[in-house]
């Protein structure tokens, strides 16, 4: 099994940064990726950032490239996300994820395991 534990969330205002931290534990080299995903009220969850956990190949959704970044930490079994000037509608609950078979996917349904999520919220 592997265990997720999100943070680095909270409140700031519009073009402000925030770095999110996802603690991993447990069989990680079972995994062929890990993601992000966020979800906002009355929204289905979106795919945020991936990387393959064993080369370190990144790859985004199309609307994040540019302003998000992801990386991982192996001494420290962590995977992160900068984000950088943050707007409004980037105001959502974030989810680390595991992909046990997938390692390019940005398909939720490919996703076996998840953290509880960390909260973002950008003030305009």
């Known amino acids: 099994q592997v265990q997720l534990v999100e943070s680095g969330g909270g409140l700031v205002q519009a073009g402000d940064s925030l770095r999110l931290s996802c603690a991993a534990s447990?069989?990680?080299?079972?995994?062929?990726?890990m993601g992000w995903f966020r979800q906002a009220p009355g929204k289905e969850r979106e795919f945020v950032a991936g990387?393959?956990?064993?080369?370190?190949?990144?790859y985004y959704a199309s609307s994040m490239k540019g302003r998000f970044t992801i990386s991982r930490d192996n001494a420290a079994n962590t995977v992160n996300l900068q984000m950088n000037s943050l707007k409004p509608e980037d105001t959502a609950v974030y989810y680390c994820?595991?992909?046990?078979?997938?390692?390019?996917?940005?398909?939720?349904?490919?996703?076996?395991?998840w953290g509880q999520g960390t909260q973002v919220t950008v003030s305009s």
């Open positions: 990387i393959r956990w064993r080369s370190g190949s990144t």
């Open positions: 447990g069989r990680t080299f079972s995994s062929a990726a």
């Open positions: 994820a595991a992909s046990q078979y997938y390692s390019g996917t940005y398909n939720p349904d490919d996703y076996n395991y």
